[in-house]
Every structure is written in C-alpha cells, then in structure tokens.
C-alpha cells in the first residue's frame, strides 16, 4: 500500500510553494518560512531546511498550514505528482 504522504525532500516542497505563489518572507537559523495572501487571510508555511527527507507528520502539517488540499499539494510540479500517480494541475 503506498504512503498518504509520499516523502519529499525541502527542496520539493519549496518548489510546490512557489509555484502556488507563496514568496520566502523570512529566515531563521535552518527554517525558511514561506507566505500567500489568500481571501482567507495570509498563509505562512515553515519549511525546516535541516531535514533530508520530510516524514508523514511534518508534510501533513505544511499541507495544512498552506491552505491547499493533498491533490492541489502534491499536483503542483511534475516530480512530486508522480509520487501519487497524478499528473501535474
């Protein structure tokens, strides 16, 4: 059985930010946090630069910290699509 939450790398996760338009607003030692303006209000993502791999609980909470739905996530760049057999949206 495939895991819920593929393993992704900062690296990839940073690019599923950007292309969902969140922009880097600041740094702090090996976090990066990340932001959007949404009609919700602004979304802050923190990204942990000194991780190798993310795990289930830590890619969990970036997704809800982000505002954006598991699919819209994970369907953001090709590379991280093919971890849930999906294709780019």
Not at 54 to 78: A, N, P, V, W
């Amino acid at each position: 059985m495939p895991k819920k939450y593929p393993p992704l790398t900062p690296r990839e996760v940073i690019e599923i930010l950007t292309f969902r338009g969140f922009v880097l607003d600041r740094t702090s030692g090996d976090h990066r946090n990340y932001v959007r303006e949404t009609r919700q209000g602004e979304k802050t993502v923190t990204v942990d630069m000194g991780i190798d791999v993310f795990d289930d609980e830590l890619i969990k909470s970036m997704i809800r910290q982000s505002g954006l739905s598991y699919e819209d996530f994970y369907c953001s760049t090709t590379t991280t699509a093919k971890k849930i057999n999906r294709r780019m949206r």
